[in-house]
């Protein structure tokens, strides 16, 4: 029975050598480059179609025009069924095989690959520092609030103090030498991808150099035809970010938000007449279960937590939302090169397809979208929506009123965290942001200071006083003056505090608030204020603070 095995083994041995030894000649096809599933921040799943003159027997396919860097574990090729794929791999070529690769772009390529992996590497590092960071803070906050401070052990206290404090230190310090790297690293990016977007306009013989990503099949056809193939693969070396327009008329106070998409691409392919579909999933995220870590608490150390404290404050603010030092401006990249004038609605062209996890924007046009990683505006769609407008002003912090605008219902407008440019009667007035990422029924966002609103905070009367108890007494009265100068109307949302006390040592008593709405907990007051046309009105509020003549106290946040 083995006997009979290795006969068999050696005849089909037999058999696939002769095959190949008569194989026919390389075929050679272009792939089209047909679709592009666009995905939120990075990442494209590109669609090609080609076909190919095969004959009959075993050959070698090598298909042209694919991206530079796709992802060789997500490639799929479809082809009929009398056509059988051995094998396939993917490698990077030149047009012209009498210019031998220079070293310089064969190295410039890696370099640029090994670079975004770098960025890669570095953003989740600084993400997995970042959640360590928090969940050392909340740790901090946590375990050494307690006021029992029966049974301490202050050198070992000291000891596990210091360690979270250097660790800390450690970790935002390393943060930052992250984000310094990822900024010099994009700077490289950019560099190299201009050293070769300027190789693409220079001479034909230049043009010959450019190098192209290649598929090359091993395959077995049953006969000879012109055989149809299609392609997909997913690549990192795309993405697109969300941004709108909103646009208001002071008239009748009609608004329309505008979704826009930009779009960018390094993959090594220019995209030719390309329908894009931009996806609001996200591949490179995990899809793992977070776990829950137990938590421990300790005991409270006053003058080594006003250390610790400072640290876990200043990382705080660190990560306050605000642009990134590595983040694109995008007010002077170019227009995209669509059929239409950039500011078109294309809705008639948009087809909607929501899933349980995403939603899809599938655009019926033709864009070109070159390889050049600057970012193209395309439109998505525009909505007409009811909003409705409210003035807030918080002045003691700010002494503008802002308005703001406000939605109802907005979590049926499959809304993406973004930049907003705010367009008040076609004029340009600012930049907002929108920020879905709540559990509020109304999503409120700001559209921009009104200097037609006056508002003046000041301090009236101030009373000091130490009574026979050994007490000292401060009072405090303030008085706010707004003014509407509009043509119209407002309503306004007026904000001001006094402060809350931490300690019974220290007592706060609210003496007038001028029918101001009161949170007790966190001391705000809150004026409803409606102003008719060149009206103006006063608000007064007054507190006292009474506590010990020989202590000092300090306002904290």
Same mark, same amino acid.
Not at 63 to 72: T, V, W
Not at 288 to 297: C, F
Not at 355 to 363: D, G
């Given at each position: 029975m083995n006997q009979f095995k290795k006969i068999s083994c050696v005849i089909i041995f037999l058999v696939f050598s002769q095959a190949f030894a008569q194989k026919k000649d390389t075929v050679f096809s272009n792939a089209n480059l047909t679709k592009a599933t666009v995905y939120f921040g990075f990442g494209a799943d590109l669609h090609h179609s080609c076909k190919a003159n095969l004959t009959s027997g075993i050959q070698e396919l090598v298909i042209n025009n694919i991206s530079l860097n796709p992802d060789i574990n997500t490639i799929q090729i479809a082809c009929p069924e009398n056509v059988t794929i051995l094998s396939y791999t993917h490698r990077i070529f030149y047009r012209n095989n009498s210019v031998k690769p220079t070293p310089l772009n064969l190295k410039s390529y890696d370099t640029l690959k090994q670079l975004q992996k770098k960025v890669l590497d570095f953003n989740n590092e600084i993400n997995i520092n970042t959640e360590l960071l928090d969940k050392i803070s909340k740790l901090i906050e946590n375990n050494f609030t307690t006021p029992d401070k029966k049974n301490i052990n202050s050198d070992e206290l000291i000891k596990l103090t210091s360690y979270y404090a250097d660790?800390?230190?450690?970790? #935002?310090? !390393?943060?930052?030498? $992250?984000?310094?790297?990822?900024?010099?690293?994009?700077? !490289?990016?950019?560099?190299?991808?201009? #050293? $070769?977007?300027?190789?693409?306009?220079?001479?034909?013989?230049?043009?010959?150099?450019?190098?192209?990503?290649?598929?090359?099949?091993?395959?077995?056809?049953?006969?000879?035809?012109?055989?149809?193939?299609?392609?997909?693969?997913?690549? #990192?070396?795309?993405?697109?970010?969300?941004?709108?327009?909103?646009?208001?008329?002071?008239?009748?106070?009609?608004?329309? $938000?505008?979704?826009?998409?930009?779009?960018?691409?390094?993959?090594?392919?220019n995209w030719n007449n390309v329908k894009?579909?931009? /996806?609001? /999933?996200?591949?490179?995220?995990?899809? *793992?279960?977070?776990?829950?870590?137990?938590?421990?608490?300790?005991?409270?150390?006053?003058? $080594?937590?006003? #250390?610790?404290?400072?640290?876990?404050? *200043?990382?705080?603010? /660190?990560?306050?939302?605000?642009?990134k030092e590595n983040e694109v401006d995008f007010k002077d990249t170019k227009k995209p090169m669509v059929a239409d004038d950039a500011n078109s609605d294309v809705s008639e062209n948009l087809t909607l397809h929501e899933s349980q996890l995403n939603t899809n924007y599938e655009i019926d046009l033709p864009y070109d979208i070159p390889s050049d990683g600057i970012p193209y505006s395309v439109n998505i769609k525009e909505e007409k929506i009811n909003v409705s407008y409210q003035h807030f002003s918080i002045p003691k912090l700010d002494k503008d009123a802002f308005l703001l605008m406000k939605i109802n219902r907005w979590d049926t407008l499959n809304l993406l965290p973004g930049q907003a440019n705010i367009i008040m009667d076609n004029v340009y007035t600012g930049k907002s942001y929108i920020n879905p990422n709540t559990t509020n029924d109304t999503l409120e966002f700001s559209l921009g200071r009104d200097k037609r609103?006056?508002?003046?905070?000041?301090?009236?009367?101030?009373?000091? *006083?130490?009574?026979?108890?050994?007490?000292?007494?401060?009072?405090?009265?303030?008085?706010?003056?707004? !003014?509407?100068?509009k043509k119209q109307p407002i309503d306004l949302v007026l904000k001001d505090q006094f402060p809350v006390s931490k300690t019974k040592e220290i007592e706060v008593a609210l003496k007038d608030s001028d029918n101001a709405e009161i949170d007790q907990e966190t001391g705000q007051l809150t004026w409803n204020v409606k102003l008719q046309s060149g009206e103006s009105k006063k608000y007064r509020f007054s507190y006292q603070i009474k506590y010990p003549k020989d202590k000092v106290i300090q306002e904290s946040r």
């Amino acid at each position: 029975m083995n006997q009979f095995k290795k006969i068999s083994c050696v005849i089909i041995f037999l058999v696939f050598s002769q095959a190949f030894a008569q194989k026919k000649d390389t075929v050679f096809s272009n792939a089209n480059l047909t679709k592009a599933t666009v995905y939120f921040g990075f990442g494209a799943d590109l669609h090609h179609s080609c076909k190919a003159n095969l004959t009959s027997g075993i050959q070698e396919l090598v298909i042209n025009n694919i991206s530079l860097n796709p992802d060789i574990n997500t490639i799929q090729i479809a082809c009929p069924e009398n056509v059988t794929i051995l094998s396939y791999t993917h490698r990077i070529f030149y047009r012209n095989n009498s210019v031998k690769p220079t070293p310089l772009n064969l190295k410039s390529y890696d370099t640029l690959k090994q670079l975004q992996k770098k960025v890669l590497d570095f953003n989740n590092e600084i993400n997995i520092n970042t959640e360590l960071l928090d969940k050392i803070s909340k740790l901090i906050e946590n375990n050494f609030t307690t006021p029992d401070k029966k049974n301490i052990n202050s050198d070992e206290l000291i000891k596990l103090t210091s360690y979270y404090a250097d660790k800390v230190n450690g970790l #935002r310090q !390393k943060n930052y030498t $992250l984000k310094n790297d990822i900024i010099l690293c994009n700077e !490289k990016i950019n560099e190299i991808n201009e #050293r $070769l977007s300027n190789a693409e306009t220079e001479t034909n013989n230049q043009e010959d150099k450019k190098p192209i990503g290649q598929l090359l099949l091993q395959i077995i056809s049953k006969e000879t035809a012109t055989t149809d193939f299609e392609i997909n693969y997913f690549t #990192r070396n795309a993405g697109w970010i969300p941004t709108y327009d909103v646009r208001v008329k002071t008239i009748d106070n009609s608004f329309k $938000l505008v979704y826009k998409a930009m779009v960018s691409q390094t993959t090594g392919l220019n995209w030719n007449n390309v329908k894009l579909n931009l /996806s609001t /999933s996200n591949p490179n995220q995990s899809n *793992a279960v977070p776990i829950l870590s137990p938590l421990y608490l300790q005991l409270y150390v006053p003058v $080594l937590y006003t #250390r610790m404290y400072g640290g876990v404050e *200043a990382l705080a603010i /660190s990560n306050a939302p605000a642009m990134k030092e590595n983040e694109v401006d995008f007010k002077d990249t170019k227009k995209p090169m669509v059929a239409d004038d950039a500011n078109s609605d294309v809705s008639e062209n948009l087809t909607l397809h929501e899933s349980q996890l995403n939603t899809n924007y599938e655009i019926d046009l033709p864009y070109d979208i070159p390889s050049d990683g600057i970012p193209y505006s395309v439109n998505i769609k525009e909505e007409k929506i009811n909003v409705s407008y409210q003035h807030f002003s918080i002045p003691k912090l700010d002494k503008d009123a802002f308005l703001l605008m406000k939605i109802n219902r907005w979590d049926t407008l499959n809304l993406l965290p973004g930049q907003a440019n705010i367009i008040m009667d076609n004029v340009y007035t600012g930049k907002s942001y929108i920020n879905p990422n709540t559990t509020n029924d109304t999503l409120e966002f700001s559209l921009g200071r009104d200097k037609r609103i006056a508002i003046d905070r000041t301090l009236k009367k101030e009373y000091v *006083a130490i009574k026979k108890s050994d007490n000292k007494v401060e009072q405090y009265t303030y008085e706010i003056v707004v !003014k509407n100068n509009k043509k119209q109307p407002i309503d306004l949302v007026l904000k001001d505090q006094f402060p809350v006390s931490k300690t019974k040592e220290i007592e706060v008593a609210l003496k007038d608030s001028d029918n101001a709405e009161i949170d007790q907990e966190t001391g705000q007051l809150t004026w409803n204020v409606k102003l008719q046309s060149g009206e103006s009105k006063k608000y007064r509020f007054s507190y006292q603070i009474k506590y010990p003549k020989d202590k000092v106290i300090q306002e904290s946040r």
